[in-house]
T-cell receptor, first 115, second 114 residues
C-alpha cells in the first residue's frame, strides 16, 4: 500500500519570496512521484514528475523538486513566487507498469501568495 | 489538441436520486480514469479503463456506483441512489496508455447532494 502526507495544509508567502511545500510518502515498492497544481474550478495540471535518474527534477513555471529516498520525501520548491502561483498543490505517488496512472494523492497544500 | 471534456460542470440533486456524469477523453487515449475529490482531500481513484475494459475498480462502491466505456472512447459514471457523502468533484483523466505517458485531467463535475 502507498500513502502520501503533505505536511502543511496552508502556506502563506509574500510575492518574490521562496517557498517549499513538503511531501512525504510511504511505499513498499519503487514509486514514481508527482506534483500537480489545481487552480479554482479547474482540473489538475502536472507540474513535474520523478521517474528515475537525477533526484533533482525541474518542472513548469519555475518549480523544482528533490527526491530523497532515505527520507522518503519529495519536497517542491520555487525560489521566487508570483501572485499567479496561488493555487492548491498536490503531491502524488504511483507504481510502475499498469499502476502508473493509479495515483495516490496527498491532502493538498493551499499556497497563497500575498502582494 | 482538445483536452478532456466533462459534463455537466455542476449538478445538485437530492439524496436517493440518481445522477450521471460524462467524460470525453483526448482523442486516441486508450486509458481513462475516474477520480473522486471530496472537499479538503486529494483525489481518490474510483476506476480505470483500458479501451473498453475495466482494469481496476477495486475502490468503486459498486452497490451504488457504476461506470462504462462501451466503445472505448466516451465514459459515463453513474450514482444510484446518491448519498450525502457522495458530494464531491468527479474528475476524469486520460492517457495514451504508452509507457509512463502523462495523465490529462478534465475540469471535473461538482456534485452536491442535499
Amino acid at each position: 500500500a502507498q500513502s502520501v502526507t503533505q505536511l502543511d495544509s496552508q502556506v502563506p508567502v509574500f510575492e518574490e519570496a521562496p517557498v517549499e511545500l513538503r511531501c512525504n510518502y510511504s511505499s513498499s515498492v519503487s514509486v514514481y512521484l508527482f506534483w500537480y497544481v489545481q487552480y479554482p474550478n479547474q482540473g489538475l495540471q502536472l507540474l513535474l514528475k520523478y521517474l528515475s535518474g537525477s533526484t533533482l527534477v525541474k518542472g513548469i513555471n519555475g518549480f523544482e523538486a528533490e527526491f530523497n529516498k532515505s527520507q522518503t520525501s519529495f519536497h517542491l520548491r520555487k525560489p521566487s513566487v508570483h501572485i499567479s502561483d496561488t493555487a492548491e498543490y498536490f503531491c502524488a505517488v504511483s507504481g510502475g507498469g499498469t499502476s502508473y496512472g493509479k495515483l495516490t494523492f496527498g491532502q493538498g497544500t493551499i499556497l497563497t501568495v500575498h502582494p | 489538441e482538445a483536452g478532456v471534456a466533462q459534463s455537466p460542470r455542476y449538478k445538485i440533486i437530492e439524496k436517493r436520486q440518481s445522477v450521471a456524469f460524462w467524460c470525453n477523453p483526448i482523442s486516441g487515449h486508450a486509458t481513462l480514469y475516474w477520480y473522486q475529490q471530496i472537499l479538503g482531500q486529494g483525489p481518490k481513484l474510483l476506476i480505470q479503463f483500458q479501451n473498453n475494459g475495466v482494469v481496476d475498480d477495486s475502490q468503486l462502491p459498486k452497490d451504488r456506483f457504476s461506470a462504462e466505456r462501451l466503445k472505448g472512447v466516451d465514459s459515463t459514471l453513474k450514482i444510484q441512489p446518491a448519498k450525502l457523502e457522495d458530494s464531491a468533484v468527479y474528475l476524469c483523466a486520460s492517457s495514451s496508455g504508452q509507457h509512463n505517458s502523462p495523465l490529462h485531467f478534465g475540469n471535473g463535475t461538482r456534485l452536491t447532494v442535499t
